[in-house]
T-cell receptor
């Protein structure tokens, strides 16, 4: 099983550019989430989804947009990249939200210059 | 805002020794989970302990939970160099769809 797949693994953007981070899972999980990880900050929740067509904001949603048209895919869009969005981004999925273990992708390291 | 806080921030031990990491949290929880992250990789789930459980084991891992003190500990026995990683606790609240709230992690270095 592939589990949770994120693309790309690395990306450099210029300030003001937009891009989409892709996330796909093949475990038929209803719940998917996006986190960012910054040095000394742990993981912070950006957006999450409890099923196709349903999304909600996490702790740090500003500057990011999500949609969930299928169970498998949960893309994260950066609308106008800023240096403060330089981070490592992780996508995760699980069966029952926080009531079951989460499966993480390998991460996307994003640098905004 | 982060709920769990791990202690210590960094831990350096020799192979064969035991490693203990602690996690404290502030509000009531449904469960607490521990994850491992190797350098440059995603997080991997280790153990989930529910609020009505006090202790769980998985191989060389032992997790305890004290809800009265709002704290948990992760013990890795007979550490190996391959255990070198960052370890995170994540808490889950009791209401609705509850998301994982992560602490800042403990960086463990196990030297041969």
């Amino acid at each position: 099983n592939a589990g949770v797949t994120q693309t790309p693994k690395f990306q450099v953007l210029k300030t003001g550019q937009s891009m989409t981070l892709q996330c796909a899972q093949d475990m038929n999980h209803e719940y998917m989430s996006w986190y960012r990880q910054d040095p000394g900050m742990g993981l912070r929740l950006i957006h999450y989804s409890v099923g196709a067509g349903i999304t909600d904001q996490g702790e740090v949603p500003n500057g990011y947009n999500v949609s969930r048209s299928t169970t498998e895919d949960f893309p994260l869009r950066l609308l106008s990249a800023a240096p403060s969005q330089t981070s490592v981004y992780f996508c995760a999925s699980n069966r029952q939200g926080g009531y079951a273990e989460a499966f993480f992708g390998q991460g996307t390291r994003l640098t905004v210059v | 805002s982060q709920q769990g806080e791990e202690d210590p921030q960094a831990l350096s031990i020799q192979e064969g020794e035991n490693a203990t990491m602690n996690c404290s949290y502030k509000t009531s929880i449904n469960n607490l989970q521990w994850y491992r992250q190797n350098s440059g990789r995603g997080l991997v789930h280790l153990i989930l302990i529910r609020s009505n459980e006090r202790e769980k084991h998985s191989g060389r891992l032992r997790v305890t939970l004290d809800t009265s003190k709002k704290s948990s500990s992760l013990l890795i026995t007979a550490s190996r160099a391959a255990d070198t990683a960052s370890y995170f606790c994540a808490t889950v609240g009791n209401s609705g769809y509850s998301t994982l709230t992560f602490g800042k992690g403990t960086m463990l270095l196990v030297s041969p």
